[in-house]
């Protein structure tokens, strides 16, 4: 993740508080982008999304549950990711 934000021209900063947990600040500057107004259909949306794999990180059991209801509806292949790090084809995060 370092590695990343310093070829972005980012800062990347952590602060730990045993018994709290951990917070990871990740500051990028990046310039904005030209906006372009585009109308989008909810089936639009949903043909984009089809067959879309999706690494789901969450902690909380309710929103793993929401999202990834939301997103197996709109036709995407859910895999959600368990503990510090989790390992797929591409590598561990």
Same mark, same amino acid.
């Given at each position: 993740? &370092?590695?990343?934000? $310093?070829?972005?021209?980012?800062?990347?900063?952590? &602060?730990?508080?045993l !018994? +709290?947990?951990? %917070?990871?600040?990740? $500051?990028?500057?990046?310039?904005?982008? %030209?906006? =372009?107004?585009?109308?989008?259909?909810e089936?639009?949306?949903?043909?984009?999304?089809? $067959?879309?794999?999706?690494?789901?990180? =969450? $902690?909380?059991?309710?929103?793993?549950?929401?999202?990834?209801?939301?997103? =197996? +509806?709109? !036709?995407?292949?859910?895999?959600?990711?368990? !503990?510090?790090?989790?390992?797929?084809?591409?590598?561990?995060?």
């Amino acid at each position: 993740m &370092k590695s990343l934000v $310093d070829i972005m021209g980012g800062t990347i900063s952590v &602060k730990s508080e045993l !018994g +709290k947990g951990t %917070e990871f600040i990740v $500051d990028l500057y990046v310039p904005l982008a %030209e906006a =372009e107004v585009e109308e989008h259909s909810e089936e639009n949306i949903t043909e984009n999304l089809m $067959d879309a794999r999706i690494l789901l990180v =969450e $902690d909380n059991e309710i929103n793993i549950y929401v999202a990834q209801l939301i997103l =197996e +509806k709109a !036709g995407c292949v859910v895999e959600i990711a368990n !503990g510090t790090y989790h390992c797929h084809d591409s590598g561990c995060f």
